[in-house]
């Protein structure tokens, strides 16, 4: 008997634990609705302007590699998951040598934009560089939804 209470003791103990640092970890993430609606951009807006301006914004993918290579923006950039210290570094290596007034455009897709643990950590790193041009594509659902199924140009695998 005192072996199923220990082990019993030592289950709960061990997902106390787990469930303690998921919740931190959920408490850090900001979410996607703190960014202002005037830094969204719609994916028709995008699109349009990705097929007629001259100058074209930087498009970077902060989500998840799986996502990216399945299908993803033409000329636009992995820099990995956001929600990640090392993806968040892989985002300012990658705009560290840009003038501050680059006009940029971020997005994810993974999930509905109320649950998407990406998107708004990209958006502060990148306010907290002094970036003044940038733009958070709006996915209200995910990628595949709001972009690939809308017939907007993608690029399949890489």
Request: proline share 6%; hydrophobic share 45%; charged share 15%.
């Amino acid at each position: 008997m005192k072996l199923y209470a220990t082990k019993a003791l030592y289950f709960f103990a061990i997902a106390f634990i787990c469930l303690s640092q998921s919740g931190l970890a959920f408490a850090q993430h900001k979410p996607a609705a703190s960014i202002p609606s005037a830094d969204l951009i719609q994916p028709a807006d995008l699109a349009a302007n990705l097929k007629s301006a001259a100058q074209k914004p930087l498009v970077l993918q902060v989500g998840f590699r799986k996502l990216y290579t399945q299908a993803h923006i033409p000329d636009s950039e992995y820099v990995g998951p956001a929600n990640e210290d090392a993806g968040l570094q892989l985002l300012r290596n990658r705009v560290a040598k840009l003038t501050k007034d680059t006009a940029i455009v971020i997005y994810c897709g993974c999930c509905p934009w109320s649950h998407c643990p990406n998107i708004a950590a990209a958006y502060d790193a990148l306010h907290a560089l002094g970036f003044t041009r940038v733009k958070v594509l709006y996915i209200a659902e995910n990628f595949g939804d709001n972009w690939v199924n809308l017939g907007y140009p993608v690029v399949m695998g890489r």
